[in-house]
Nanobody
Framework: QVQLVESGGGLVQPGGSLRLSCAAS????????MGWYRQAPGKERELVAV???????NYADSVKGRFTISRDSAKNTVYLQMNSLKPEDTAVYYC?????????????????WGQGTQVFVSS
């Protein structure tokens, strides 16, 4: 089982910045895709950004040019640098990690979610 611990949310004024972090821990696993999703009140969870093993990235149109996703594979950690924040960025942000866990004579795909961290953008 792979556990995720998120940090870095909080309250920020419009135009401000925040950096989210998500660290994965467990045993005998390898990560393929790491990403961030968000869910605003009354709305469905949506993709914010993902980064693959080859460091290729994909962003939601609403955050392109403002948010940057990165990963430290040695630390199994993914980051989300959020700049020029807007009130509409207010949401609970969730880390998502996908990969493979292995055991003796078996392997299987896994997908883990973080507990969520609140980002509130308001003046």
């Amino acid at each position: 089982q792979v556990q995720l611990v998120e940090s870095g949310g909080g309250l920020v004024q419009p135009g401000g910045s925040l950096r989210l972090s998500c660290a994965a821990s467990g045993s005998s696993f390898s990560i393929s895709t790491m990403g961030w999703y968000r869910q605003a009140p009354g709305k469905e969870r949506e993709l914010v950004a993902v980064i693959n093993t080859d460091s290729s990235t994909n962003y939601a149109d609403s955050v392109k040019g403002r948010f940057t996703i990165s990963r430290d594979s040695a630390k199994n950690t993914v980051y989300l640098q959020m700049n020029s924040l807007k009130p509409e960025d207010t949401a609970v942000y969730y880390c998502n990690v996908r990969g493979i866990v292995t055991g003796y004579m078996w392997r299987r795909d896994f997908e883990s979610w973080g507990q969520g961290t609140q980002v509130f953008v308001s003046s």
